[in-house]
């Protein structure tokens, strides 16, 4: 932890949108930064020497009786390596899922993941960095900070995304949330490099809204009749519904129009995210107990 600290505190004075830093793309290195100021260090010092002091106290409690039955738990072992089915826990203590296994093999996974791994690191050689000032070429590269933030990316283990649920408890009958988790993956990574330059693109979105706040105060400012009401809709697994190849016409067609029209922001490099969207999009594959998934 007090890597961190140490390392906002001297970073905290980088300018956004200087090319040698970008806050939302920064992986940490092995550099080593000075010390903060004397209060900092001495109040993370405390907080360090209280947790390990409640750790302690905690070490020393009674081991909870399980809330499994031994019956229960000979059944769990059973299902643990069984040919046909998989159990796992459900978040948040939810209890356990009984699955059929019809998943494709990890050999498959990591062979598809070594192979994106292969094809990132062509793209990166494709748009590494050139500055942005310079004369005009076919595309425009990544910056300095965007390609040592990717380089970093690319070191990363090859680790696959996680798949979970959460429960929906305000639902009525009960339902369950479905999350593929990609920390720590140079996919990961990726898409936050993606995601980065997309961010940029909210305000030509005329139906973007930043939050429910500014609904309400859109809503407060308008004048209506006494009679007027409001009413709301929410789509049914909205994503899951949206077929990826038409995505992925449906953004690219957006994009070449904003291009068109130079509404693009200044050093967008397009043909880098759109290459970037489509491997991505294309190449989702997740980890779920032992088993492996390849969704598109």
Known sequence: M?????????LKDNIQGDDDYIKQLYIKSDYVFDPASDEIEEAVSNFSNA????QLRRSHRKKPTRNLTRRQWELVKFFKDHDRYIIIF???????????????????????????????????????????????????????????????????PNGFSKFRMTGKVHKDPFKMRPIVA?????MNDWSKWLDFWFQQLKHLIPSYVKDSQQVLDELKALTLPP????????????????DTEHAITVIT???????????????????????AMKLIMRNNIFEFGDCYNFYN
């Open 2 to 10: 007090i890597e961190d600290v140490r390392r906002i505190y001297n």
């Open 51 to 54: 947790i390990k002091t409640e």
């Open 90 to 156: 459900a978040d948040k203590n939810l209890g356990p899922c009984i699955l059929e296994r019809r998943q494709v093999s990890k050999e498959w996974a990591t062979a598809r993941i070594n192979g994106l791994r292969r094809v990132f690191e062509r793209w990166l050689g494709k748009y590494r960095t050139r500055t942005r000032f310079d004369p005009p070429v076919d595309y425009i590269c990544i910056s300095p900070a965007e390609e040592t933030f990717l380089i970093r990316a690319k070191k990363r």
């Open 182 to 186: 990609c920390c720590y993956s140079f």
């Open 227 to 242: 009679n007027a009401r409001v009413f709301t809709g929410d789509a049914n697994s909205m994503y899951n519904n949206i």
């Open 253 to 275: 067609q957006w994009l070449r129009d904003l291009d068109n029209d130079g509404l693009l922001p200044y050093g967008f490099p397009l043909d880098a995210v759109l290459d």
